[in-house]
């Protein structure tokens, strides 16, 4: 919690994490999946202590779970090609997602830097899932989240 009382959250890379994080998340799968019809044999599944599942699975998610239904910025580095912003453009109309800004620099070197923020809340993907596609587009150079409201 910050000083003002409002939770903070962090976007970290999953390697940082410490195993017990990883095995919340994946006790937290089983259990949406039904692949484990209870805590009790999703934690015998994963190795995990009830207690410590119990302590974190209310403050560990993925980036999918906390953003699924809001609105992602995303920051993007193109060729300067025609075709690549339609392209991406093409790829958040067929997964549902609702663009709701978008800027496109001018073109320097050869790339140029487009940001977009689009909303998810009628998404047929997950959020992880979206970036994949995103980041196969012919022309896209590198995919970055700038955040999540």
Same mark, same amino acid.
Do not use: W
């Given at each position: ?5 409002? @939770? ?19 006790? @937290?799968?089983?259990? /949406? ?21 119990? @302590? ?8 999918? /779970? ?77 995919? @970055? ?5």
């Amino acid at each position: 919690m910050s000083l003002s009382g409002s @939770k903070v959250y962090y976007l970290v890379e999953s390697s940082a994490l410490p195993e017990v994080y990883h095995k919340v998340i994946k006790t @937290k799968e089983l259990l /949406e999946s039904g692949q484990a019809a209870t805590v009790s044999e999703a934690v015998a599944q994963t190795g995990l202590s009830r207690s410590a599942f119990y @302590k974190y699975k209310d403050v560990v998610f993925t980036f999918h /779970e906390k953003s699924q239904g809001r609105v992602v910025s995303l920051s993007f580095t193109l060729r300067d090609e025609p075709g690549v912003v339609s392209g991406l453009l093409s790829v958040f109309a067929r997964c549902g997602c609702n663009v709701l800004t978008l800027h496109q620099g001018l073109p320097s070197g050869g790339t140029a830097i487009f940001t977009v923020s689009v909303e998810t809340h009628n998404a047929t993907t997950s959020n992880d899932e979206l970036i994949g596609l995103l980041t196969m587009v012919k022309g896209v150079l590198e995919c @970055k989240v700038l955040g999540s409201e």
